[in-house]
């Protein structure tokens, strides 16, 4: 039973890893928002390639080298300079899709990333905030913003996040609580307030 558990966290935690999350939900924004699905999707492969493709293959690099312990960034210690390469990379891409004029909602979603970067980056400078928690449930806030109150089912999987990084050892109950409500406060404040504001301008 405890392999079983073992193995079900695991993969929880890779499944829905926050470079996974954040290299899928713009696709999924983007083919949305934009004016054909074609169009989105190229749109949010502009998005995830600064959002999530570039600041992992940073990550991944940083691992062969030996500078990081694991793909995770277990080590608080180690986390600044890949959370700031990646917050860089971020920054071009939110500037490329304003510069580009992209769908409104696929900017909110970036920016969003951005603000939830930069204070995920304060936060684990001090204490060690679940990442994996803070993107699922951004995740599901964005979902549920852009398509409907029935997204809210994919807290579920925020949840079962949650308890792999707990199972895992990788955090306290606590980190992942805090990371999963700043992740939710943040996309939602700050995804709202750009997507509201195209519309006003618009």
Known sequence: MRNTRDTLARGLTEVFAPAVLAAVLPLIVGAQAASSVGAGLLWGLLASTFCAIIPYAMILHGVRRGRLGDRHIGVREQRLRPMLFGLASVTIGVALLLLLHAPRELTALIVASLAGGVVATAINHFWKSSVHAGVAAATT??????FGPW???TSVITAGVAWSRVHLKDHTV??????????????GVVFESCARN?????
């Not at 606590?174 to 996309?187: F, L, T």
């Open 174 to 187: 606590a980190q992942v609580v805090v990371g999963a409500i700043i992740g939710a406060v943040v996309a």
């Open 198 to 202: 195209e519309r006003v301008r618009h």
């Open 141 to 146: 806030v964005v979902l549920t913003m852009v």
């Open 151 to 153: 997204m809210l089912l």
